[in-house]
């Protein structure tokens, strides 16, 4: 599985952004995807997941309500939806795919090159 994220961009607090991790392969349907973040001199922070048949996902509480995650197998993309920006929210987010829902950052098999968001007060 290939992944590759786009969407990022600069942003004023309180707006909006959407970014989406393409996938390729035939077997993209029978993995599980999460978005992971990075801040500049912070450790990698999970910020949501989407089961494979997309009908289940979860989210770190600093996203939650703000963020939505969600699938297009038939397109072979993900999308996270990030609305209500904060400044805190300024990072590189990667897309990552791994076959089993649940799993730790370091679980991730497939990685994206990531996609950097920067969210201005």
């Known amino acids: 599985v290939q992944l590759q994220a786009s969407g990022g961009g600069l942003v004023q607090a309180g707006g909006s952004l959407r970014l989406s991790c393409a996938a390729s392969g035939r077997t993209f349907s029978e993995y599980a995807v999460g978005w992971i973040r990075q801040a500049p001199g912070r450790e990698r922070e999970f910020v949501a997941a989407?089961?494979?048949?997309?009908?289940?996902?979860y989210y770190a509480d600093s996203v939650k309500g703000r963020f939505t995650v969600s699938r297009d197998d038939v397109k072979g993309t993900v999308l996270l939806q990030m609305n209500s920006l904060k400044p805190e929210d300024t990072a590189v987010y990667y897309c990552?795919?791994?076959?089993?829902?649940?799993?730790?950052?370091?679980?991730?098999?497939?990685w994206g090159q990531g996609t950097l968001v920067t969210v201005s007060s």
């Open positions: 990552a795919a791994d076959r089993v829902y649940g799993s730790s950052i370091k679980g991730y098999d497939y």
């Open positions: 989407i089961n494979w048949s997309g009908d289940s996902s």
